[in-house]
């Protein structure tokens, strides 16, 4: 069900949820492909957000930081989706693609300062080059599959920036440079035999004709009409 935050009400939501869901499960079947191992991603929830309930949500998931990997696009309208995670499941996410595992001195490293609330945690220094690739292709790959079902949805190409990784996220600069834009908030869990790992797909969006186009489609989905 929607947040009350929402603006999408509850057959949007569904509706939007399947296109995503089909489009972020195709790019799993190509991750497995490429690492030789079964991964599942599953889209449980989708918000779209307002900007004003925006820090909120940032801040009640991650606090003040964040790894994330982010692609700007333009086209009939401009803006930048982010691929988060916290930067645990991050280093998580990371092992089980390149089949390797953390410390356990790193893991419990970890715990501790997440036990001390006097602590602020410091990045662990466990990404090399490599992880980092790692995690902006999987970054790229669900980004592309979001922007694609939507561009898809209301029949426009986007243009698509490099890929860019940001291992400190800081939200309030972004978010300040925000106020105009709206968000899908999209609930993201990575599954394989062993492990499960919490992201979060977001979307920035400029307010405008696009709203009213793209909720259209989505009437047009759930009344059964052929799009136009």
């Known amino acids: 069900m929607a947040n009350s935050s929402s603006i999408l009400n509850e057959v949007q939501n569904d509706a939007f949820s399947e296109l995503v869901n089909i489009a972020i499960g195709k790019a799993a079947a190509t991750l497995s492909l490429m690492i030789e191992r079964k991964i599942l991603i599953q889209i449980p929830k989708i918000d779209l957000v307002k900007s004003e309930d925006l820090a909120d949500r940032f801040i009640a998931l991650f606090g003040d930081r964040a790894l994330g990997v982010t692609i700007r696009y333009t086209g009939l309208m401009s ?5 988060f995670f916290e930067e645990r499941d991050g280093r998580t996410l990371v092992d089980r693609l390149l089949s390797l595992h953390a410390s356990d001195d790193w893991r419990d490293d970890w715990d501790s300062h997440k036990n001390d609330s006097q602590a602020e945690p410091e990045v662990p220094e466990q990404f090399s080059d490599s992880d980092k690739e790692a995690i902006i292709e999987v970054g790229n790959m669900l980004i592309n599959a979001l922007l694609g ?3 898809n949805l209301i029949d426009v190409r986007f243009e698509y920036s490099v890929p860019e990784l940001k291992m400190n996220y800081n939200f309030q600069n ?3 440079r925000s106020e ?3 968000a899908f908030f999209i609930e993201t869990i990575f599954k394989d035999d062993e492990e499960t790992i ?3 797909l977001i979307m920035l969006f400029e307010l405008g004709s696009f709203m009213d186009k793209f909720l259209s489609k989505l ?4 009344s059964g009409e052929a799009f136009n």
């Open 180 to 182: 105009k834009y709206n």
């Open 149 to 151: 079902s939507v561009g």
């Open 174 to 176: 972004e978010l300040a």
């Open 198 to 200: 919490q992201g979060y």
């Open 219 to 222: 009437d047009q989905m759930t």
């Open 79 to 83: 803006g930048a989706a982010t691929l």
